[in-house]
């Protein structure tokens, strides 16, 4: 069983700056891509940003230059660090890893539960 715990949401006011983090626990050998998702109300979820498990990185136009993602992978953690924030990244932030070798099998698309993050204008 393999778990994701997102923290680091709360409240900020507009070009401010706050620090997402995820954890991976349970049986894992290795994960592939991990990554940064995000719902606002009434609005689809939508990519913010990924990254390989060799660093390489890929953001959503919206926020490039302002957030930057990150991972320790002997730590199984990923996280995001979100400057500048506005008003319109409001929105429950998921954590995401795409693959992730348990054992002696991948399994596929583990989610967190969502933090959620607001920023005030």
């Known amino acids: 069983q393999v778990q994701l715990v997102e923290s680091g949401g709360g409240l900020v006011q507009a070009g401010g700056s706050l620090r997402l983090s995820c954890a991976a626990s349970?049986?894992?050998?290795?994960?592939?891509?991990m990554g940064w998702y995000r719902q606002a109300p009434g609005k689809q979820r939508e990519l913010v940003a990924t990254?390989?498990?060799?660093?390489?990185?890929n953001y959503a136009d919206s926020v490039k230059g302002r957030f930057t993602i990150s991972r320790d992978n002997a730590k199984n953690t990923v996280y995001l660090q979100m400057n500048s924030l506005k008003p319109e990244d409001t929105a429950v932030y998921y954590c995401?890893?795409?693959?992730?070798?348990?054992?002696?099998?991948?399994?596929?698309?583990?989610w967190g539960q969502g933090t959620q993050v607001t920023v005030s204008s």
């Open positions: 990254i390989t498990s060799g660093g390489s990185t």
């Open positions: 995401n890893a795409d693959s992730v070798l348990t054992g002696a099998i991948w399994v596929y698309d583990y």
């Open positions: 349970g049986s894992i050998f290795s994960i592939n891509a």
